[in-house]
């Protein structure tokens, strides 16, 4: 399939993603869009909404093309087959791999986490609506992935571990536990520090992209967070946040750990870049070489930094972290390079 082929189809995707995003209880999606959110009580219509329209906006031909000015893609000499084992606490959160593999020209064999078993039906039904053909290059398996040419496969650190045993003998990505940070200066507006709220609170917190742990100087005053993050204050009606707010809570306090609270999110002094759903991780810095060693130091756990400062590494804009780009690659692996070495 040729460059201008796989652009103008994954621009149709796009548009039609957007347009489900807007109104996708009234279309003809709509049973397995509720499948999706009986399945899964974190996919809530807001974070199907989210997800749909982060990665709709994501596919316009002008941003495709940009992605993939970058390759000389070619078909390749023989079809491989790649299998993708994709997690499931964001919607739709390895939809991205599966359109790699498309670009490159290969099949996908799809294990789908049992959290996430309906969205991307729909998208594959979006696919093949665009062109027959993609029919036969995206399969999805409920069984072991077996008979592959390569493996990506996302998840826990546990469950990493048991992938890089399992999948040893195949060219492999492996992806881990990764967070985001905020890096704060203390010059954020009160609008500025709203945008960093977003980035922790949609999706419940539960994605890798979402902040989780806050870098800030000495004498910030945490109550300008405290005001920023009321606009999220729906969050706390949902019953599973609110269970692991309430669980979180008690433990901290059984434990007699200093934790600052406003009854929608619990803020502890921690150096853990990650932190328990409702929880949020923070430390003091007293001057930017703290910074730059913190960043050396966990440039393998971190997926993204966010900041409304420029430091001399890449930071999204607060508000951003959960609409990355084509080229903005989980872990900072480039799955398409992966995917076209295979093809040479």
Not at 214 to 221: A, G, S
Not at 244 to 260: H, R, S, T
Not at 298 to 315: D, G, R, Y
Request: net charge negative; charged share 20%.
């Amino acid at each position: 399939m040729s460059v201008a082929k796989i652009t103008s189809d994954l621009a149709k995707l796009g548009n039609q993603m957007l347009e489900l995003a807007h109104n996708f209880e009234n279309s003809d999606y709509a049973p397995a869009f509720e499948k999706a959110m009986q399945e899964n009580a974190w996919f809530t219509p807001d974070s199907i909404r989210l997800s749909f329209q982060s990665i709709g906006r994501s596919l316009s031909a002008e941003k495709i093309t940009h992605w993939l000015a970058n390759y000389t893609i070619e078909k390749p000499k023989k079809i491989k087959t790649i299998g993708l084992v994709l997690a499931g606490n964001l919607p739709l959160v390895g939809l991205h791999d599966i359109l790699c593999v498309l670009v490159s020209g290969n099949r996908a064999r799809v294990k789908l986490s049992s959290k996430d078993q309906h969205l991307y039906q729909i998208v594959s039904e979006l696919l093949v609506k665009i062109d027959a053909s993609y029919q036969n290059q995206i399969t999805f398996t409920d069984h072991t992935i077996k008979e592959v040419d390569a493996i990506i496969a996302t998840g826990s650190d546990n469950s990493a571990r048991y992938f890089e045993y399992y999948f040893e003998k195949y060219p492999h990505i492996i992806r881990k536990n990764r967070n985001a940070v905020a890096l704060l200066t203390g010059n954020e507006t009160q609008h500025d520090l709203e945008h960093l709220a977003t980035d922790i609170f949609s999706y419940f917190g539960l994605g890798c992209r979402n902040v989780s742990f806050l870098m800030i100087p000495k004498n910030f005053d945490i109550n300008r967070l405290f005001e920023s993050f009321a606009k999220f204050s729906k969050v706390i009606q949902h019953n599973k946040y609110a269970n692991n707010y309430d669980y979180q809570k008690a433990l901290l306090l059984l434990n007699q750990e200093p934790f600052l609270d406003n009854g929608l999110v619990l803020l502890k002094e921690d150096a853990s870049l990650s932190s328990p759903i409702a929880v949020l991780h923070y430390q003091y810095y007293s001057d930017i070489k703290q910074i730059n060693n913190f960043v050396t130091l966990n440039k393998t756990k971190i997926q993204c930094l966010v900041s409304k400062t420029k430091w001399p590494f890449a930071t999204y804009e607060l508000g951003e972290a959960q609409h990355p780009e084509l080229w903005d690659y989980a872990d900072n692996v480039d799955t398409l390079d992966f995917l076209l070495n295979l093809n040479s």
